[in-house]
Nanobody
Framework: VQLVESGGGLVQAGGSLRLSCTVS????????VAWLRQAPGKEREFVAA????????SYTVAMKGRLNASRDMPKNQMNLQMGLLKPEDTAIYYC?????????????????WGQGTQVTVHS
């Protein structure tokens, strides 16, 4: 499985960013695609995920109302639009894939990971 991430970067507080993750080498549709993040000195945490089989979406409560996840089926790509960004959203954001047997919003459900992309929000 290969995960190619794009997006991220430096943005002022209140601004927006769009992350994209293209998945290849994953057969069928019984899997989740997710974005998770890890801030310096903190544990990795769930941000958003899509159940690729039925299209259901889950968001972290910490960023609810500021996220919009979508998928592009022909490209096998998950997109995550993040708005009203805050300095505390600064982290490395990782795309990940996991089997649908796991919970959509659990970090431990994911076993294939991208390299990560840095998101920095300055005040």
């Amino acid at each position: 499985v290969q995960l190619v991430e794009s997006g991220g970067g430096l943005v002022q507080a209140g601004g927006s960013l769009r992350l994209s993750c293209t998945v290849s080498g994953q057969s069928g549709s019984n899997y989740h695609v997710a974005w998770l993040r890890q801030a310096p000195g903190k544990e990795r945490e769930f941000v958003a995920a899509i159940n690729w089989r039925d299209g259901s979406i889950s968001y972290t409560v910490a960023m609810k109302g500021r996220l919009n996840a979508s998928r592009d089926m022909p490209k096998n790509q998950m997109n995550l639009q993040m708005g009203l960004l805050k300095p505390e959203d600064t982290a490395i954001y990782y795309c990940a894939v996991g089997d649908t047997g796991g919970l959509l919003d659990s970090v431990t459900s994911y076993d294939e990971w991208g390299q990560g992309t840095q998101v920095t929000v300055h005040s």
